[in-house]
């Protein structure tokens, strides 16, 4: 279903597709009406909305704005949501501990690791470490939180740090919760799905 920020594309043989109205560069929306909007809209009015606007590709001063505005009044999906996003903003400190301080909080933690594994910061390689130690610490991870494991540890290696297990080590894990993210991580299909999703 066609929504604000959504449009359907129909492709030949193929079903069809939702589309971000942001990937076009004519479609635009101001931090005013972001900040009028908010309060108004429902949790997952929210998310369709920052599910949409992540993928735009330019930034401008308003779209600085936005994120902004959007770290200010950040919940447990904003992180995950922005984190690809986020990597355009020119203040790389604020966005890495913004991004560092919601492994602290509720929420799936993958997409902020993938990318503060690519920071080289000490900062977020602290961080990542005693997320670690908090996840190896329960006794019973569910699914998310082995997705979440398997992509701290690859963070650990990217910032030189010594995870608990190596992603190479994880594919061979009879836990398929461990184990498949983990062969994606090493044939790069994550990786394109990032490059993807951050709108390059």
């Not at 597709?17 to 005013?32: D, E, G, L, M, N």
């Not at 355009?88 to 997409?111: D, F």
Request: net charge negative.
């Amino acid at each position: 279903m066609e929504s604000d920020w959504f449009e359907i594309k129909q492709i030949a043989g193929k079903p069809s597709i939702r589309y971000s109205k942001f990937r076009s560069p004519h479609f635009f929306v101001t931090c005013a009406e972001v900040k009028a909007q908010w309060p108004r809209w429902s949790l997952e009015e929210r998310v369709e909305f920052m599910s949409a606007y992540s993928v735009k590709k330019d930034v401008s001063n308003e779209d600085l704005c936005i994120m902004d505005f959007l770290m200010e009044k950040s919940d447990e999906y904003t992180p995950s949501v922005m984190a690809c996003s986020l990597t355009r903003h020119p203040n790389r400190t604020k966005v890495i501990e913004y991004l560092s301080e919601s492994l602290k909080q509720p929420g799936i933690k993958a997409n902020q690791l993938r990318v503060l594994g690519t920071t080289g910061s000490s900062t977020a390689a602290n961080e990542i470490e005693a997320f670690v130690q908090r996840l190896t610490a329960s006794p019973n991870r569910n699914s998310w939180e082995n997705y979440d494991y398997v992509y701290a540890c690859w963070a650990l290696s990217k910032l030189n740090r010594k995870p608990p297990q190596s992603v190479e080590e994880l594919v061979s894990s009879s836990d398929e919760t461990l184990a498949e993210p983990a062969k994606a991580l090493l044939e790069g299909t994550n990786s394109e799905w990032w490059l993807r999703s951050a709108g390059n």
